[in-house]
């Protein structure tokens, strides 16, 4: 018997490395609610890795045809639909432990059977897929070398495609189905190659998931990214959303789309020949790690071959991207050890082509040790023509670094635009910022004193 190999399609067997898992990816799905957690992780898992540039456009033109073409989608959900999600096996009535399974559980046991022996009708559904892309022109050829190995298959179950009958527990056919599971033994190795294709079309349909939520009765904002020459370093990412800071509301029906309430501010994201470094300066809770997150969840996106949640966006794939902050937890290290230990992870893997963000890198050491190790490392990026993002307070890192070639300086939304929460813009962040905070508050300098002398006076 001809042995049959699985179309590799989704091509994620030859990743290279691994991005932290802190970027959280599979966040992105979890405003669907109707997603059970094991998709939700297995999402995740998917942007462990990062591929060469022909990988991210071999996934991201099929994508594109599970996305764009509602016709082709559906094509796509049939075949999956059709092909068996287990192996093949005998019809079991009663379970591990004596018990008596229920009706629908034998049901759905002979239905798979029944997919088994379908397979050659299957088969033609997936040998005439109407999609365009390599992925379907390998997975149409899989069909055809499917075919033709089970060319004895067909003959050999023309008999056996007798429907069993569910009128009632009496009548459900086990021994008819399990006479089948006899009959198509010798074929079982072909027969579960075949149905493993159906993990493959697993991969699309999870990827596919955030882009079906709904804007105003609109799909939401994103782009099929276009691909620069590696070598270029480079890219450019016009009005790119945070699905993570979309609101939503909770579909009434199981399976419905989800409806996007409130979208996340768009930013505009750049880096390249005349932008290695970018800073973000400005307060808490304004928007400057959301910014990193945006950007590197944006690029990983193309990473990995699927669509990013932007107007537009073109780019050369980088090679890694490093998180140089402490996010989550520490590890009982404290802050400054714990990012301290990312930053020293990072400089023994980097390569040029690799994108690096920091957030605060020094934060929990002395105020001026807190400058001198962030300059430092900022000096050597910037030397070596390294790319990074950094957000933080200092205003001298900006000040020492606002008129250097191949800088960026962005701010933050002002004090008095909460409306604009998250969005950045060229220009160096007020020193006055934190101070308006503090007043508003009552913890400036001049406020600590007055309010302590009324306190003690009393």
């Not at 959900?77 to 432990?97: C, N, Q, S, Y």
């Not at 070639?405 to 004090?415: E, F, N, T």
Request: proline share 4%; net charge positive.
């Amino acid at each position: 018997m001809s042995k049959l190999v699985l179309p590799d399609l989704t091509r994620a067997g030859k990743a290279l490395g691994e991005v932290s898992r802190d970027f959280d990816f599979y966040h992105t799905l979890r405003f669907r609610n109707d997603v059970p957690k094991r998709l939700r992780d297995l999402f995740g898992d998917i942007f462990l890795g990062y591929y060469k540039i022909e990988d991210a456009q071999y996934r991201r033109d099929f994508l594109g045809e599970w996305v764009d073409n509602e016709k082709t989608r559906k094509e796509l959900l049939k075949i999956r639909r059709l092909l068996p999600h287990e192996e093949i096996k005998d019809v079991r009535t009663t379970g591990a432990w004596g018990e008596e399974l229920t009706d629908a559980f034998i049901r759905s046991q002979i239905s798979l059977v029944r997919k088994f022996l379908s397979m050659p009708e299957t088969l033609e559904v997936i040998a005439e897929f109407s999609g365009t892309s390599d992925a379907s022109t390998d997975l149409k050829r899989f069909a055809r070398r499917a075919r033709s190995a089970l060319e004895g298959y067909n003959q050999d179950i023309r008999l056996l495609k007798e429907s069993p009958q569910f009128k009632d527990k009496q009548s459900l056919d086990v021994d008819w189905a399990n006479s089948c599971v006899e009959k198509v033994e010798p074929f079982k190795y072909l027969l579960d190659e075949i149905r493993r294709v159906r993990s493959k079309l697993n991969y699309y349909m999870f990827m596919g998931l955030p882009y079906n939520g709904l804007f105003g009765g609109i799909k939401m904002p994103f782009c099929k990214p276009e691909f620069l020459d590696p070598d270029q370093n480079e890219g450019t990412i016009i009005k790119a959303y945070n699905p993570r800071y979309f609101k939503f509301d909770r579909p009434k029906e199981k399976g419905a789309l989800a409806n996007i309430i409130r979208l996340s501010v768009p930013n505009n994201i750049h880096w390249g020949e005349d932008a290695r470094g970018t800073f973000v300066g400005g307060t808490n809770n304004m928007g400057k790690s959301v910014y990193l997150d945006t950007v590197a969840l944006n690029i990983h996106l193309a990473m990995n071959g699927a669509y990013c949640f932007a107007d537009s966006c073109s780019l050369s794939l980088p090679g890694r991207l490093f998180p140089c902050f402490d996010i989550k937890h520490t590890l009982g290290q404290g802050h400054f050890y714990a990012g301290a230990s990312r930053v020293d992870n990072m400089l023994r893997h980097i390569n040029r082509g690799d994108i690096v963000f920091f957030d605060e890198v020094a934060s929990g050491t002395e105020p001026d040790a807190e400058r001198k190790i962030a300059q430092g490392i900022i000096n050597s990026f910037l030397h070596h023509e390294l790319t990074f993002f950094y957000a933080g307070h200092e205003s001298s890192l900006w000040k020492k670094n606002f008129k250097r070639p191949r800088v960026r300086v962005l701010k933050v939304a002002d004090y008095d635009q909460p409306r604009k929460r998250g969005k950045v813009w060229e220009g160096m962040p007020s020193s006055e910022y934190g101070m308006m905070i503090a007043k508003k508050s009552g913890i400036d300098p001049e406020s600590v004193m007055r309010r302590l002398s009324e306190r003690l006076e009393i």
